[in-house]
Nanobody
Framework: QVQLVESGGGLVQPGGSLRLSCTAS????????MSWYRQAPGKERELVAF???????SYADSVKGRFTISRDNAKNTAYLQLNSLKPEDTAVYYC??????????????WGQGTQVTVSS
């Protein structure tokens, strides 16, 4: 199986920055797309950004120009740099990875989430 562990969340003032990390471990042959989602109280989970193994990147319109996704394939880790944070960015942020296991099985794995709170 594959485990994803997120870190880097916290409380920050509006306009501040945070850097989230997501590290995958376990029996991994190759990680394809790594994504960040978020879920605010009372709202559905939404896609924030994704990055493919080939480096293709996409962002939700609400975070374009403020958030930056990246990955270190050697470390099986994805990052999300959050800048110019707004109160409406408050949510639990989840990492997702699409992973090929040895033997060819393809799974989608989720982390446990990390809380980001933007408040003065």
């Amino acid at each position: 199986q594959v485990q994803l562990v997120e870190s880097g969340g916290g409380l920050v003032q509006p306009g501040g920055s945070l850097r989230l990390s997501c590290t995958a471990s376990g029996s991994i042959l190759r990680i394809e797309t790594m994504s960040w989602y978020r879920q605010a109280p009372g709202k559905e989970r939404e896609l924030v950004a994704f990055i493919t193994s080939g480096g293709t990147i996409s962002y939700a319109d609400s975070v374009k120009g403020r958030f930056t996704i990246s990955r270190d394939n050697a470390k099986n880790t994805a990052y999300l740099q959050l800048n110019s944070l707004k109160p409406e960015d408050t949510a639990v942020y989840y990492c997702n990875a699409n992973v090929f296991l040895p033997g060819g099985t393809f799974i989608s794995s989720w982390g446990q989430g990390t809380q980001v709170t933007v408040s003065s």
